[in-house]
């Protein structure tokens, strides 16, 4: 981690709409994986896009993804978790382009290509990260091509539909992306884009805590208005955005809540939180934060985080500003 803190970070104009006139929106740390510095978010004045400048460049995002990063399923894995955003874009490849060719942005180690054939689909990935294809491949048998989309060699109008599920929000170029993305595509294809919902209720609330930041991992932070604009000058016409609900949101409020506590223990306590290469932050805590609190007080304190802390902030998934964006986009 130490040589992390030798990074130069890079400013830039919003990537969006390309102007430089922005206002600060806040300033925060990495929660999750505890990676040093602090980090500025700020939001563009034309298309309200929240993006983080001064950011990494490119060449040195990898040192913010170590291997443990891309933790291979136990033996005995469950069926993956899919939010609402996944059930609606899997239900809708199935009946819109069944048996047809699906490319996945960003596929990590493979589920979600591998429930794609499950389904009928022909699906393969696309992933920047080898260890994270390694384990695509040799535990979920899926075709997972390690490369970035602006350097993946795939034909032009080759896919019927792409998905791209909680990627956009770490691309350092989202219309050079988008614009790839679109030439992939056949007449009549689809893109499909899940990403956090900056304008949620929760994301107003909980500030820098929030853990759909994921900072310095997430560069940019939508809304459905900057969602819908990034779309639309990518050359997708017919673009349907909008928040959807789902009970993820009481999932990702009960972990800021636990972050925002785990980090206000460590500050009372004086301890500084330095993975070492290799070390994992689980490694690092061992310990340090409630360790002398029962495994029966803490599932108790989730649940009550889950269900009830969260009762009053459900109304976000009454009123279109849940925690998750889904747009459509059609060639």
Not at 51 to 74: L, Q, S, V
Not at 174 to 203: E, M, T, W, Y
């Amino acid at each position: 981690m130490a040589e992390q803190m030798q990074i130069q970070l890079e400013v830039i104009d919003c990537p969006i709409c390309g102007i430089g006139e922005s206002r600060e929106v806040l300033r925060a740390r990495d929660l999750k994986l505890f990676c040093p510095g602090e980090f500025r978010l700020v939001a563009c004045h034309r298309c309200g896009l929240i993006y983080m400048n001064p950011r990494p460049a490119a060449a040195d995002m990898g040192r913010y993804y170590p291997a443990h990063y891309w933790a291979p399923p136990p033996p005995s894995e469950a069926p993956p978790y899919l939010d609402a955003g996944m059930r609606r874009t899997l239900a809708a490849l199935v009946r819109d382009y069944p048996g047809g060719r699906v490319l996945d942005v960003g596929c990590g180690i493979g589920r979600i290509p591998a429930l794609m054939r499950e389904r009928g689909l022909q699906a393969m990935g696309l992933e920047p990260y080898e260890h994270a294809c390694q384990i695509a491949r040799e535990h979920y048998g899926v075709e997972a091509v390690n490369a970035f989309l602006r350097d993946a060699d795939l034909p032009e109008g080759s896919f019927d539909a792409v998905t791209m599920f909680d990627v956009l929000e770490h691309v350092h170029d989202p219309l050079g992306d988008l614009r790839q993305v679109h030439s992939l595509l056949r007449p009549g294809g689809a893109l499909f884009v899940k990403v956090p919902n900056i304008a949620s209720l929760q994301a107003e609330l909980c500030g820098k805590w929030w853990y759909c930041l994921d900072i310095p991992r997430h560069l940019l932070h939508f809304s459905p208005r900057s969602l819908r604009q990034a779309l639309k000058a990518a050359g997708f016409a017919r673009v349907n955005c909008a928040a959807v609900p789902d009970s993820v949101g009481a999932l990702v409020f009960e972990t800021t809540v636990v972050y925002r506590l785990r980090d206000w223990l460590l500050a009372r306590r004086g301890v500084e939180v330095a993975p070492a290469e290799g070390q994992t932050v689980g490694e690092v805590l061992e310990g340090e934060v409630y360790a002398g609190v029962p495994w029966q007080a803490k599932r108790v304190f989730r649940w009550l985080v889950r269900n009830v802390f969260y009762a009053p902030l459900a109304v976000e998934n009454l009123v279109g500003r849940s925690v998750e964006l889904l747009a459509v986009a059609r060639r």
